[in-house]
């Protein structure tokens, strides 16, 4: 194996090293363009911010409680909410300003409630809190210390959430204006602007991501040139030519990629005052793993397709025509089970644990992510399997092995009679609003022939024979 891995980066080294300069600079350049957004953030802030205008504000805030005036409020910021008023401004009255000052804790303060009483408490009490709380580069609910905040806080700092779901990323409103004049306070007469500000923590996703996609397509040029040839003429092992690819392509870069990731979320407290940090290990921890498992689901099923799959129209033809049957067929299957929960009367205790179930899936993808990652093992497995009977002459064959030809296409064809036939048969009892799909004639005849086109057009791939229409007459 070892001598695969060399043997490989001697024939690849200047792409190696390329992907590896590349997924750098991504990195690198996150960090530097993240970090210039926090301090133009604090420019905008400590340039129409002051203590004695915040203390003012907030004296005025606390005023209004039980006030006309104030539902009066309410009713405006919740119609500026419901039209998405982002235009300027006007004038700087003091409820534009706290207007503004509430959106700054939390852009969405008053989706919440209708209580005035309760949009104005997530005001810290000191202005050192309230500028601690909007330039905090990092939010978590579960450890802020002030009491006075409410939960409504906390929405702000994860308004911008990563994708394992955690609090990752801060994502506040400033006002932009000329340079303020002493009388007007930090507000302009003539009105200012909210400008978006948006303090990203990156996790290594889009460098993967785009470290598979290179690596998908070095993998298809090796195969039209002489690298898979000259690689198999030497190891005289298919599954040693896959992992030393693998291993340069994907494994390194990603790891690469992680590490970046890792190093711009630890050097945030050099980079920008610590007041302003929390480093929350368990976030890093969780996404990390995340983007860990989906780049190896994603590169197992691509191992799968390139080990099974001769052709490379085929192998594009068959990524993504399993991707959205795979997706249609799940859809299909949850609705399938609640339709028996409500035809056998099951006191939808099933239904209602399936809800939970797909409802705790949406909130922490992690688990949905290990659920498939512990599905790609064997995937895994399978693959290594056809690549130790890898040959270069089934490179031009859609199946590569002519035994699993009438296996393969018979599941395509359940396949296709699951995600097109079987909507049609269940819509004739169900109400779900899913299968509505077959409710006009139009639709049907649609939905019918793209099961059918599918199914013939995958036949003719497997079996390369050409269709009547389609032969060359002979004299």
């Known amino acids: 194996m070892r001598h695969s891995i060399k043997l490989y980066y001697q024939l690849r080294k200047v792409w190696i090293w390329t992907i590896l300069i590349i997924v750098t600079i991504f990195g690198l350049s996150s960090m530097a ?25 907030q004296d005025y ?50 989706n919440s409630t209708n209580s005035y009483r309760k949009m104005i408490k997530i005001l810290p009490k000191t202005f050192a809190g309230f500028k601690k709380e909007v330039l905090q580069y990092y939010g978590d609910r579960k450890e802020s210390s002030d009491s006075s905040l409410s939960a409504s806080i906390y929405v702000s700092n994860s308004s911008v959430t990563s994708i394992g779901g955690s ?116 976030w890093l921890l969780q996404n990390e793993i995340i983007v860990l498992e989906f780049a190896t689901i994603l590169v197992t099923v691509g191992l799968l397709i390139d080990s099974f799959v001769g052709t ?7 990524f993504f025509a399993a991707w959205f049957s795979v997706l249609l067929a799940s859809a299909i299957l949850v609705e399938f089970i609640r339709f028996l929960a409500y035809q056998y009367k099951w006191n939808f205790r099933i239904d209602n644990g399936l809800r939970s179930f797909l409802s705790k899936l949406s909130i922490y993808p992690i688990y949905l992510l290990t659920f498939f990652f512990i599905i790609s093992i064997p995937l895994f497995i399978l693959a290594m399997y056809f690549y130790k009977h890898y040959s270069l002459e089934s490179d031009t064959k859609y199946v590569r092995f002519p035994k699993l030809k009438k296996p393969f296409f018979i599941f395509v064809a359940l396949l ?34 793209w099961g059918v086109g599918i199914t013939a057009f995958t036949w003719w791939l497997i079996f390369g024979k050409r269709f009547w229409l389609l032969k060359k007459r002979t004299r």
Request: proline share 3%; charged share 15%; net charge positive.
């Open 61 to 110: 805030a606390n005023s209004l409680v039980g006030t006309k005036k104030a539902e009066k409020l309410v009713n405006d910021w919740q119609k500026k909410a419901a039209y998405g008023d982002t235009e300027k401004f006007k004038g700087n009255s003091q409820s534009n300003q706290l207007f503004l000052y509430l959106s700054t804790i939390n852009p969405n303060f008053n």
């Open 416 to 449: 296709a009679f699951w995600d097109f036939a079987f909507p049609m048969i269940l819509s004739l009892f169900s109400p779900s609003y899913f299968f509505s799909i077959t409710s006009n004639l139009s639709t049907t005849i649609w939905w019918m022939a």
């Open 167 to 282: 609090s990752a990323s801060n994502y506040v409103l400033l006002p932009i204006t000329a340079k303020s004049s002493k009388n007007a306070g930090p507000f302009n007469r003539d009105g200012f602007y909210a400008q978006a500000f948006k303090f990203n923590q990156s996790d290594g996703m889009s460098s993967v991501l785009l470290i598979i996609l290179i690596g998908a397509i070095f993998f298809l040029i090796d195969q039209t040139h002489w690298i898979n040839a000259y690689m198999l003429q030497r190891t005289k092992n298919g599954i040693q030519v896959a992992l030393a690819k693998t291993f340069w392509l994907f494994f390194l870069p990603s790891v690469l990629a992680i590490f970046w990731a890792v190093f711009e979320y630890l050097t945030k407290i050099l980079l920008i005052p610590g007041e302003f940090i929390k480093l929350h290990f368990s």
């Open 312 to 318: 490379i129209f085929g192998k594009f033809y068959t």
């Open 33 to 57: 363009l993240n970090d210039a957004s926090w301090y133009q953030a604090r420019n905008a802030f400590d340039r129409h911010f002051d203590a004695r205008h915040y203390y003012d504000i």
